[in-house]
């Protein structure tokens, strides 16, 4: 059969799983076909029951998959697979996605609001548009509350951000682990702060990746009950962008 994976990227993976003792890897083509199942369920944005019959059992599949994501696996091939990245700077932002109702009922960082259910995605990039990390939210939830544990292990890095994320003790917080700010102040701020404009139109790096990660119809509405399967399908989609 032709994969949808390259053999690059599926290089990159499997030595990684191969680690981990508490996956069971019957042959290196089983895992792949699964792997290949996650990738189809990811890019069409299907549900599993209609994953094609070439890919094993549905049920079996996804079973496989929810173990994963409540052992947060692909987080760590992720973060495993990403090396060099640049954090000279640094880019957080937020997406909201809306959420199916076939998510609703656990209720896991899911808001409701006048559009109807949504979950808002907290990002942070590198400079060269590398997702360091991820937190979900409820869409209404603003997006100053998820900065601090967002950045907390960066240090020595200039941090772009627009002006929702303008905040006193963020950016004292910053300046004390020797960060550079580069945020925009709000209109209602009485002395409006000096920011390098050249430096913050860098900022379009982390809208591009929100972009690219859209492209994948599983990121792009939320059909997953749980909050540990939707982050799941996110760092298995970054694996890609």
Known sequence: MDYLISEEIWQLIFPILKTYKDIYIKTEEKLRLFIESVYFITRTGSQWRLLPKYYGNWNSNYKRFKRW?????????YTKVTTKLNLEIIILDSTIVRAHACSAGLNECLG????????KIHTLVDGNGKPIKFILTEGQRADIT????????IKNSVVLADKSYDSDNFINILKERNC???IPSKKNRIQPREFERNI?????VIERFFGKIKYFRRIFSRFDKTASVFLSFLYFVSLFV
Not at 146 to 153: G, R, S, V
Not at 200 to 204: A, P, T, V
């Open 69 to 77: 994501s409540d052992k947060g696996i692909l987080r760590k091939i």
């Open 112 to 119: 409701r609001s006048s559009g109807g259910f949504s979950s």
């Open 146 to 153: 998820q900065a601090i544990d967002l950045t907390k292990d």
């Open 180 to 182: 550079t700010p580069v």
């Open 200 to 204: 913050y139109k860098e900022r379009n």
